[in-house]
């Protein structure tokens, strides 16, 4: 005869099992915010959009750029809230993209999303094939931001000047060629296996605009070369740090020796081994340099090497040092009250992104080789790294003192008003009319209420220093979106998304144990 088990401990099972569902329930589902997250890159396509679009309130746009100049520029992503199409944030989009899937290829796989985010990538690549017109020359931007920032239209209005710019050898730019390098060798490694012919024409590319930026050196922004573009994204950094950079990523991608010695024999005089950095961004690559750089210290073949290796690695932890607050005080990056990263006030969401993404990316190496991190406030294991990228990631999902997301359409709280010209127009395929220039300010610009359509997976600009956020349309510092914001977090959401699921199968067995007792 079978005991019967006590009436209690059969109670305590089952609200132990309520219990664990609404936890469950309540706790944060990266799954979805790493769908929603690519649905963004759809938003921002410029061109003629695919049969496969499923943001369905944006059509075509921007047909005829670079018809005046007699190329084919037509594609492309624009950057933010606006439609210019600048060069070099978008190739770091790419490049953060591509990161993203060669890191944790397997975990965006397993959640159902490798194909939309390699159709991310390829939407970029595919325009920079097309804007490298010949060995030296490359188009670096259309449209220019002061025209269009005096218009408020939707994408598929546009009426602002479409003027092409490119670099080529009279008029060079080192950074834009490096880092479009880079985006195109790390998009060929995410192509390699399944897509071999087109991982080739990238490498091409990218092998072709590393020699032209390092045969002809210079800043893309002086005056009289792209002048235009000094406004909206200076190349504050100078052009070494994406020279280093691009030759890092095709030592990765071709295996290359030279490129490898590249990064070794320009490590001091370009900066990669004296420049200790506390952001990264698309201006400043020298973190993830630096985290690359420190990763190959693994591999027996670049033991010969690890003299300059290692001072990769001093500066790589001096950043994430930085971030976890275990550097000396003045070398700490700052954090509002409740904790967030805050590097400055215009978009500091960018930082908080890529922080999430190094911090994520250095735990795994860690962990992998059985290392920890060296800090002044002492050692640090791989766990105390991956516990504060998540609590960054959880404050972006609604883990804050306003219970916002920062991400757009995840969760039932967040920027209804983000500042966005085809978010916070009526769509276009909804009413074809034509909308002005200045009709767009006049009629939709200022409305108090949320916008008519969502820009889902957008990570906006964020709160300031106290955690305050202000939801205004105008508020552009907090409110505007861009795409280098969400691209680096589609890697760090794939890899929560793998840790929660693995919890809540621990936690299933977990219950069943007990309910076998």
Avoid at 39 to 58: A, D, H, I
Wanted: glycine share 8%; aromatic share 12%; charged share 20%.
């Amino acid at each position: 005869m079978v005991k019967s088990k006590p009436q209690h401990f059969a109670q305590w099972c089952f609200l132990s099992l309520i219990f664990a569902i609404s936890f469950t329930a309540k706790a944060l589902n990266y799954g979805d915010a790493l769908a929603k997250s690519l649905l963004y890159f759809e938003s921002q396509r410029s061109g003629r959009l695919p049969y496969n679009q499923r943001v369905t309130w944006r059509d075509h746009s921007g047909l005829t750029d670079g018809l005046e100049q007699g190329v084919d520029l037509v594609g492309g992503y624009y950057d933010a809230g606006d439609h210019v199409k600048f060069g070099l944030p978008m190739a770091f989009t790419v490049t953060m993209l591509s990161w993203s899937v060669i890191e944790y290829r397997q975990q965006i796989a397993e959640a159902g999303e490798l194909e939309h985010a390699m159709e991310a990538i390829k939407w970029g690549t595919d325009y920079f094939i097309k804007a490298h017109t010949g060995p030296n020359v490359l188009w670096a931007e259309v449209g220019d931001g002061d025209t269009d920032h005096y218009c408020w239209q939707r994408p598929e209005d546009m009426t602002t000047s479409r003027q092409a710019y490119k670099i080529d050898q009279n008029n060079p730019g080192s950074d834009l060629a490096g880092e479009t390098a880079a985006a195109m060798a790390a998009a060929a490694l995410v192509f390699k296996k399944t897509n071999p012919h087109y991982a080739h024409l990238l490498l091409h590319h990218a092998q072709q605009l590393f020699e032209f930026g390092d045969k002809y050196r210079g800043k893309y922004d002086e005056e009289g070369r792209l002048g235009v573009v000094k406004s909206y994204y200076a190349s504050v950094s100078g052009f070494k740090d994406e020279l280093l950079w691009a030759a890092l990523w095709l030592y990765k991608a071709t295996d290359n020796e030279e490129y490898l010695m590249y990064v070794i024999n320009e490590a001091e005089n370009f900066g990669g081994i004296g420049w200790a950095i506390t952001e990264f961004s698309w201006d400043v690559k020298y973190a993830g340099i630096q985290v690359m750089a420190s990763k190959l210290l693994n591999e027996e073949k670049h033991k010969k090497h690890s003299a300059i290796l290692e001072k990769y690695r001093s500066k790589a932890e001096y950043y994430i040092c930085s971030c976890l607050n275990k550097n000396l005080d003045t070398t700490n990056v700052e954090r509002t009250p409740a904790g967030l990263l805050y590097i400055r006030q215009w978009n500091n969401m960018q930082y908080v992104s890529t922080a999430s993404f190094l911090l994520t990316m250095y735990s795994d190496f860690l962990k992998s080789s059985n290392q920890k991190l060296s800090c002044h406030g002492g050692t640090v294991a791989h766990q105390e790294i991956l516990s504060f990228a998540k609590s960054q990631v959880d404050y972006i999902l609604g883990s804050n003192p306003s219970n916002m997301s920062y991400l757009v359409g995840y969760g039932s709280n967040y920027p209804q008003r983000v500042h966005h010209r085809g978010a916070s127009v009526v769509s276009y395929r909804e009413n074809k009319a034509f909308i002005g220039c200045t009709q767009g300010y006049d009629n939709w610009y200022g409305r108090l209420e949320p916008n008519p359509n969502v820009l889902v997976g957008a990570l906006v600009g964020g709160p300031d220093s106290h955690d305050n956020f202000l939801d205004q349309r105008d508020n552009y510092m907090q409110t505007e979106a861009c795409t280098y914001n969400t691209a680096p977090l589609v890697g760090v959401f794939a890899k929560f998304s793998e840790l929660e699921v693995q919890k809540e199968l621990d936690h299933s067995q977990d219950l069943g144990l007990v309910a076998s007792y």
